[in-house]
Nanobody, 124 residues
């Protein structure tokens, strides 16, 4: 089992920044791929970013490329999502996810462990 707890969300004006953190409970955190997804009201949960176990491979959804950065600190069992130049359309509940496999990182169903989600609201 892997328990994931997100923090760092909140309300920010357009153009601002937030950093989300996701702390994992498991000591084998460093063997897991980690990802971030988001879900806006009335929409399906969508892929945002993913990072492999070592941090050497990262992937992003097209609309966040150049604005968001995913990173991880395996010594702290934590993954981060730095979000810059935020837009109102980034408003959503953001979820942290973990999986022992990275190959299907864009597939919501491929991630076996999820955090409870955290709200990010960007005002215009």
């Amino acid at each position: 089992q892997v328990q994931l707890v997100e923090s760092g969300g909140g309300l920010v004006q357009a153009g601002g920044s937030l950093r989300l953190s996701c702390a994992a409970s498991r000591r084998s955190f460093s063997s897991f791929a980690m990802g971030w997804f988001r879900q806006a009201p009335g929409k399906e949960r969508e892929f945002v970013a993913a990072i492999n176990w070592s941090g050497g491979v990262r992937n992003y959804e097209d609309s966040v490329k150049g604005r968001f950065t995913i990173s991880r600190d395996n010594a702290k069992n934590t993954v981060y999502l730095q979000m810059n130049s935020l837009k109102p359309e980034d408003t959503a509940v953001y979820y942290c996810a973990a999986s022992p496999n990275y190959s299907r990182y864009q597939d919501y169903g491929a991630w076996g462990y999820w955090g409870q989600g955290i709200q990010v609201t960007v005002s215009s």
